[in-house]
C-alpha cells in the first residue's frame, strides 16, 4: 500500500499578520493574479512577542497534511504553538510530531464524517476518538505495520494534540478524552542522591515491552549497536575506498578509531585539522600519540545530548585528515559551498561533491537564514544512504551474503577494538581490570559504568553462548539420531 504524505517542509516560516498601508514597518507584497489582471496588493508585518524582541521566523516548519495532501490547519496550528513556546526548538522534534499528527489526520480521514469524529467525546469510552486512534494503532502492530515504539509516540503527540484543543478553548468534550492516575517516582542520582517525582500516565498509554536478549550480539549504548569484528570493519572501509568516497572512508574511519557518532563527525571543522605541528599526548591505550579534540557544546562539533567530552584521535589519523583539509579536492568543495551560502567562518571539514554539508549543528540550525531554498534537514542522511545503496551490496557481493551494518555499529566497534586491547594488558599484568574499566568508560563517555561492563562481558558472554550451542548441538544430534532409527515411516 502507498504510503501517504503526512508533512512537507516550508524552508523559509515568518509569522506575520495583515497591516494597514500606513503602518510604519509595515512589508508590501504583490501577488499576480494572471495574464490581463492586475497585481493584488497587500502590506503585512512580522509578529514579534509581547516584549517586541523576538520574531518568530523558521527554518525547515513542518506543515501537517490531510489524507488529500492539503494542509491540515488545526495541526499545523498546534505545530506552531508548540514552537512558539521553546527559545531553542529543536526542529527535527516537531518534524517528527508533525508526522505523527499527519498519521492521525490521515487515519481519521478514513472515516465516516472524520470533521464530526474529530471532537466526538461520547458516553461509551470506546467509541471516543482517543479510544478508537489507540485500537487502530495497537491493530497496526499487530499486523507488523509499525514498531510499538512508533505507535506509543504516536499515541503520546496526539495526546499532547487534544491538550492544547481543550487549553485553548477549542472545544469541550462531553465525556473525558482519557483517565490520569498519578504515579510516584523514585530514583537515585549518579552521585547517591534519592530523588522523586510525580509521574501522570494515561489509559491511553500503549506499552512497549522491550525484548531482553542477552545473546543477541548487540550492546545497548544510546541504542541497539552491533560491534563488527575486525574482517568486518576491513569490509567497510574497503567498499568506501572502492566506491572511490574518501569522504565516506575518512567519516567511517573516524568514527572505528574515535568511538564518534555520526553527528559529531559529520560536524568536525576545517579549522580542527588547521595546524601542522599540534600538541599530541600520550595515547591511553597503547603505544603511539594521540591529539585530544573537545567536543560538544561551545567546539562546533555536535554531541548527543550536548554532551562535553574529547575524542584521542591518533596521530596517524590526524596527520591523514590534515593532508585531506589541505586538498584540492577538500578546497573545491569549500569553494561550492561558499558560492552558494556565502563565506563561512567556521566551515565544516567534510562536504559533498556539490558543496553541501552532511549534518547541520543544533546551533548552526537554529540560526534563521531567509536564504534557504532547501526542504529536508541534513542529519547524515547521504551517509546512511552511501552504507545502504553501496557499502553493504558491495560486502554482500564479495564477503558475507547476509552482512548488514548501520553508522552507530561503528562506534560500538571501536568500544570493543579498546577493550580487546585493554583485556590484553590485564592479561599480561600491564593493568589492572579497574583501571582498563575506567579507561573505557572514559574513552566511551558513559555515564554509567553499567554500559561500560557490557564491554568489557561482550565477547566471554557471546563466546560461551557459542559454546553452550555447541555441546547442546552435538547432544541434540544424538536425540535425533536415536529417534529416527526408534519410529517407522511406513503405515
Known amino acids: 500500500?502507498?504510503?501517504?504524505?503526512?508533512?512537507?517542509?516550508?524552508?523559509?516560516?515568518?509569522?506575520?499578520?495583515?497591516?494597514?498601508?500606513?503602518?510604519?514597518?509595515?512589508?508590501?507584497?504583490?501577488?499576480?493574479?494572471?495574464?490581463?489582471?492586475?497585481?493584488?496588493?497587500?502590506?503585512?508585518?512580522?509578529?514579534?512577542?509581547?516584549?517586541?524582541?523576538?520574531q518568530f521566523s523558521y527554518n525547515l516548519f513542518p506543515v501537517v497534511l490531510d489524507r488529500k495532501s492539503v494542509p491540515w490547519a488545526l495541526g499545523t496550528l498546534f505545530i506552531l504553538s508548540q514552537l512558539q513556546a521553546e527559545s531553542r526548538p529543536v526542529m527535527a522534534t516537531f518534524h517528527s510530531r508533525a508526522d505523527d499528527l499527519g498519521a492521525f489526520k490521515e487515519w481519521l480521514?478514513?472515516?465516516?464524517?472524520?470533521?464530526?469524529?474529530?471532537?466526538?467525546?461520547?458516553?461509551?469510552?470506546?467509541?471516543?476518538?482517543?479510544?478508537?486512534?489507540?485500537?487502530?494503532l495497537q491493530k497496526q502492530i499487530q499486523a507488523r505495520e509499525i514498531g510499538t515504539g512508533t505507535a506509543k509516540r504516536r499515541m503520546a503527540t496526539v495526546i499532547r494534540f487534544y491538550m492544547w484543543l481543550v487549553t485553548?478553548?477549542?472545544?469541550?468534550?462531553?465525556?473525558?478524552?482519557?483517565?490520569?492516575?498519578e504515579f510516584h517516582l523514585s530514583f537515585k542520582t549518579d552521585d547517591g542522591?534519592?530523588?522523586?517525582?510525580?509521574?501522570?500516565?494515561?489509559?491511553?498509554?500503549?506499552?512497549?515491552p522491550k525484548p531482553e536478549d542477552d545473546f543477541d550480539g548487540a550492546i545497548q549504548d544510546g541504542g541497539k549497536l552491533r560491534p563488527l569484528n575486525r574482517d568486518e570493519q576491513e569490509w567497510v572501509l574497503e567498499a568506501a575506498e572502492a566506491k572511490g568516497n574518501s569522504e565516506c572512508l575518512l567519516l567511517q574511519l573516524f568514527m572505528l578509531s574515535t568511538g564518534a557518532r555520526i553527528e559529531?563527525?559529520?560536524?568536525?571543522?576545517?579549522?580542527?585539522?588547521?595546524?601542522?605541528?599540534?600538541?599530541?599526548?600520550?595515547?591511553?591505550?597503547?603505544?603511539?600519540?594521540?591529539?585530544?579534540l573537545k567536543a560538544g557544546p561551545g567546539?562546533?562539533?555536535?554531541?548527543?545530548?550536548?554532551?562535553?567530552?574529547?575524542?584521542?584521535?591518533?596521530?596517524?589519523?590526524?596527520?591523514l585528515l590534515y593532508t585531506y583539509t589541505h586538498s584540492e579536492r577538500a578546497r573545491l568543495r569549500r569553494l561550492r559551498y561558499e558560492s552558494k551560502h556565502g563565506p563561512h567562518a567556521d566551515i565544516y571539514l567534510f562536504l559533498t561533491q556539490q558543496g553541501n554539508s552532511y549534518y547541520i549543528s543544533k546551533d548552526e540550525s537554529q540560526q534563521f537564514r531567509l536564504e534557504l531554498k532547501v526542504r529536508h534537514a541534513k542529519n547524515g542522511q547521504t551517509i546512511r544512504q552511501f552504507i545502504k545503496d553501496q557499502a553493504i551490496p558491495y560486502v554482500r557481493e564479495r564477503f558475507d551474503k547476509s552482512f548488514f551494518y548501520r553508522p552507530h555499529d561503528l562506534r560500538a566497534s571501536y568500544g570493543m577494538n579498546v577493550t580487546e586491547e585493554l583485556m590484553r594488558q590485564v592479561q599480561g599484568s600491564q593493568l589492572t581490570l579497574h583501571k582498563a574499566r575506567l579507561i573505557v568508560k572514559d574513552l566511551m563517555w558513559h555515564k554509567s559504568s553499567a554500559t561500560t561492563d557490557q564491554y568489557l562481558d561482550y565477547k566471554g558472554k557471546i563466546d560461551a553462548f557459542?559454546?553452550?550451542?555447541?555441546?547442546?548441538?552435538?547432544?541434540?544430534?544424538?536425540?535425533?539420531?536415536?529417534?529416527m532409527k526408534g519410529f517407522s515411516v511406513d503405515e
Not at 509595515?26 to 497585481?39: D, L, N, V
Not at 485553548?168 to 492516575?181: A, G, K, L
Open 109 to 136: 480521514d478514513g472515516q465516516e464524517n472524520p470533521e464530526l469524529l474529530l471532537f466526538n467525546f461520547p458516553k461509551a469510552k470506546l467509541r471516543r476518538t482517543t479510544y478508537r486512534y489507540r485500537g487502530f
Open 264 to 292: 559529531s563527525a559529520c560536524t568536525l571543522r576545517a579549522r580542527h585539522f588547521a595546524d601542522v605541528l599540534p600538541h599530541y599526548s600520550k595515547n591511553p591505550v597503547g603505544p603511539g600519540e594521540v591529539l585530544r
Open 299 to 319: 567546539t562546533g562539533i555536535e554531541t548527543k545530548n550536548n554532551k562535553l567530552g574529547t575524542f584521542q584521535i591518533p596521530r596517524t589519523l590526524y596527520e
Open 193 to 208: 542522591r534519592q530523588l522523586s517525582k510525580i509521574i501522570v500516565s494515561t489509559d491511553l498509554r500503549i506499552p512497549d
Open 466 to 483: 557459542y559454546k553452550a550451542i555447541d555441546g547442546y548441538g552435538e547432544h541434540l544430534r544424538l536425540w535425533t539420531d536415536r529417534a
Open 1 to 54: 500500500m502507498r504510503e501517504l504524505r503526512r508533512k512537507i517542509l516550508l524552508p523559509v516560516f515568518q509569522l506575520s499578520e495583515l497591516a494597514e498601508f500606513d503602518d510604519v514597518g509595515s512589508i508590501q507584497r504583490s501577488i499576480r493574479q494572471g495574464k490581463g489582471h492586475p497585481a493584488l496588493d497587500y502590506r503585512y508585518r512580522l509578529v514579534c512577542d509581547d516584549e517586541g524582541a523576538r
Open 168 to 181: 485553548n478553548h477549542y472545544f469541550t468534550p462531553e465525556f473525558p478524552t482519557w483517565e490520569e492516575r
